[in-house]
């Protein structure tokens, strides 16, 4: 045999012995048989480099070191999932799925992983780029960190499809966390605080070959791609498995509600006996055209839903209250504890809400305080140990002056927050609006971050966002940690902003209760943000989607003298603050006014792209039928329930065909 077949054969039997040992929990040969055999193929891969394999099991052993992690964006966005706490939440989301989709509906169970997202794509079934979820639109490139994870295949076996994006999440389990943390131990370092936060950081470590000696492992569970020819979420997971893919077996394909409910419970205890963390369930509809169907809302497909196990509680002392100034400058009361260690992290602080949430739980200093996480993610006070406290505690009497600029507090009819009216002359709000209008959703200013205004503010370079176009690098230098290099990164990252599209420089102004969707609607409807402006609040209330709180909001911000003054600024330096001529040319308003329902499968033009031309065209998708829809656009295998609801009320069915043609 020569070298070049050896190299081959010894390639194609590493990886039967990988996923034999760390996929199947089978292995085959012994760990010395495996390293005799890896260190002969690194021998020869390293006499014939013309044969070299970004995928060989060699690169197992990590070495690339990356010192700026690339951002990409995500063929298909990263969405979040709703969470669940109870029994209703659950009915409740069946109803809606009922409401919306024909015929019998059955759910996937799945353990909910807790590690960290990773989108990974395959091409020619070789593992082609991993990508960390970010902020669901673009994620960080740690393909070589990841390629060292030997749970994953680098190359695939079987039926896989040409190119296809499979999710899942980067665990640490029990057993190699222990060892990790005796072993750092043993060395005199600080030990790591859970299994979560440890495989989230391996991601980012420079050096591959550090992450090569943590145990880290891949469990998937979504395929994403067209024409992989996959029908069901079960299905999903059955394939990933054959194609070499570590996919736990305990999830189930079940037919009701109350059967996902059985499975909740089971696992609810079970999980204790499980060799990695699990944090709920994820429940999803099973048919992938059901799936389709039902579509996303802003931030979560409406085709699924989280389960969240009853969160830890643990018991500790409130030390004292202090109080934090939003943006918008709402005051939040903060509960400073006495460190405890709940779900996995260090506990010090805790928030209180409101004043209302005070009085409510009459909270005292020096209480004994029961804390658990809201979602198991932010810390929250649920409770007061009343036969612990003090006789001669005193009751907690909220602030009636901003903590930082001292101005009396204001409190509006009707809302539960306390807010500070100083606007303008507010540290916390001034750096909060601008930290605002520079983070990844809005303006994305690269080379500037939260700290690095509040020291600009701090140094009084800066009071507004528009403040940020007039800097120099000379200004930056002075500051500390800052060198020529990224005072340049940050000046180029401040003008790339003007290029930013009009919808996301208005989410950045960061007018109250206009978020990221809101901006959107606001933008393709006026167009422009002189047009916006001269809006009252009746006609911004009769725009699609716009309650009276919002358009109340709007409309205040636009009569403003400090955002006006800002607004003229931002124009003079070159935003964009109306939609751009491309989006402009593509946008009609043939079909403003009419809500339509999509169903079907299409075949000239995708089911997205459907969506997307009724809202160039000015038009409003909507998932389910009733009196108020226009129209339903119905492909093959529409759902006949969908049809007759249609046919009795007089809505016009239009073909796939007979919609192109109409726009």
């Not at 029994?87 to 069946?94: M, P, T």
């Amino acid at each position: 045999m020569s070298d070049r077949e050896l190299i081959f054969q010894l390639r194609n039997e590493l990886r039967k012995h990988n996923h034999n040992y760390y996929v199947l929990d089978t292995p085959t040969i012994s760990d010395f048989e495996f390293d005799i055999k890896l260190k002969k193929l690194q021998v020869l891969e390293s006499q014939y480099p013309e044969l070299s394999d970004p995928n060989s099991p060699t690169m197992r052993v990590g070495g690339a070191v990356t010192k700026n992690f690339q951002t990409v964006f995500h063929a298909q966005r990263m969405y979040s999932l709703d969470n669940s706490y109870s029994k209703s939440d659950l009915l409740d989301w069946e109803s809606r799925i009922k409401r919306a989709v024909d015929g019998p509906v059955s759910y996937t169970c799945e353990l909910k992983y807790d590690g960290a997202s990773i989108s990974i794509t395959y091409k020619n079934g070789c593992l082609f780029r991993a990508l960390t979820r970010g902020d669901g639109n673009k994620g960080d490139d740690v393909t070589a960190n990841v390629k060292t994870i030997k749970s994953l295949p680098l190359v695939l076996q079987g039926d896989f499809p040409e190119s296809f994006e499979i999710r899942g999440e980067i665990i640490l389990p029990f057993k190699g966390f222990k060892a990790m943390n005796k072993q750092r131990i043993s060395q005199g370092e600080e030990p790591f605080k859970n299994p979560r936060n440890t495989a989230s950081g391996s991601l980012k470590l420079q050096d591959s070959s550090e992450v090569a000696r943590r145990p880290l492992e891949c469990l998937l569970y979504s395929i994403e791609g067209e024409n992989t020819g996959i029908k069901y979420q079960y299905e999903n997971l059955e394939k990933a498995r054959m194609w070499g893919f570590k996919v736990p077996e305990e999830a189930q394909c079940v037919d009701s509600i109350e059967a996902v409910l059985k499975f909740i419970e089971y696992w609810d205890k079970a999980r204790c006996d499980l060799p990695y963390e699990i944090d709920g369930i994820v429940v999803k509809v099973n048919d992938l055209q059901q799936q389709v169907e039902l579509g996303y809302t802003a931030k979560a497909p409406r085709w699924a839903m989280a389960y969240k196990f009853k969160a830890e509680q643990v018991s500790t002392k409130l030390n004292y209250i202090s109080y934090q100034v939003g943006r918008t400058g709402a005051i939040t009361p903060v509960a400073n504890l006495e460190a405890v260690e709940l779900a996995g992290t260090v506990v010090k602080r805790a928030s209180l809400h409101n004043a209302d949430q005070i009085l409510k739980l009459d909270v005292r200093v020096g209480d004994a305080v029961f804390v658990e996480k809201g979602g198991e993610i932010i810390p929250k006070i649920i409770g007061v140990d009343l036969s612990k406290r003090n006789l001669g505690a005193s009751k907690t009497k909220y602030i009636s002056e901003c903590p930082d600029c001292k101005t009396p507090l204001i409190r509006k009819d009707g809302e539960a927050q306390h807010y500070c009216p100083n606007t303008i002359g507010c540290p916390p709000q001034i750096i909060g609006r601008i930290q605002h209008y520079i983070s990844r959703k809005a303006l994305d200013i690269e080379g500037l971050g939260g700290e690095t205004v509040a020291m600009l503010v701090a140094a009084g370079l800066i009071k507004d966002a528009a403040d940020l176009y007039t800097l120099q690098i000379k200004d930056l230098l002075p500051l500390e940690r800052m060198a020529q290099k990224s005072a340049e990164n940050l000046i180029k990252g401040v003008q790339s902003s003007k290029q930013i599209p009009f919808e996301r420089v208005l989410f950045g102004l960061g007018i109250r209760y206009v978020g990221e969707t809101v901006a959107k609607i606001l933008a393709k409807h006026y167009k422009t943000v002189h047009a916006l402006s001269e809006a009252s609040v009746e006609d911004l209330e009769a725009v699609d989607e716009i309650g009276i709180k919002i358009a109340k909001s709007v409309y205040a911000f636009f009569r403003n003298d400090a955002s006006i003054r800002l607004l003229s600024r931002l124009y003079s330096y070159g935003l964009q603050l109306s939609l751009s001529e491309e989006v402009l040319a593509n946008q009609t308003t043939l079909l403003t006014g009419h809500r339509i329902v999509v169903s079907g499968v299409f075949e000239q033009v995708s089911r997205n792209e459907l969506k997307r031309l009724i809202e160039a065209n000015g038009g409003k998708v909507v998932s389910s039928i009733s009196s108020k829809t226009s129209y339903l656009i119905a492909g093959s295998n529409v759902g006949p329930s969908k049809r007759q609801k249609a046919e009795n009320l007089g809505i016009t069915i239009l073909t796939e065909q007979a919609f192109l043609d109409k726009i």
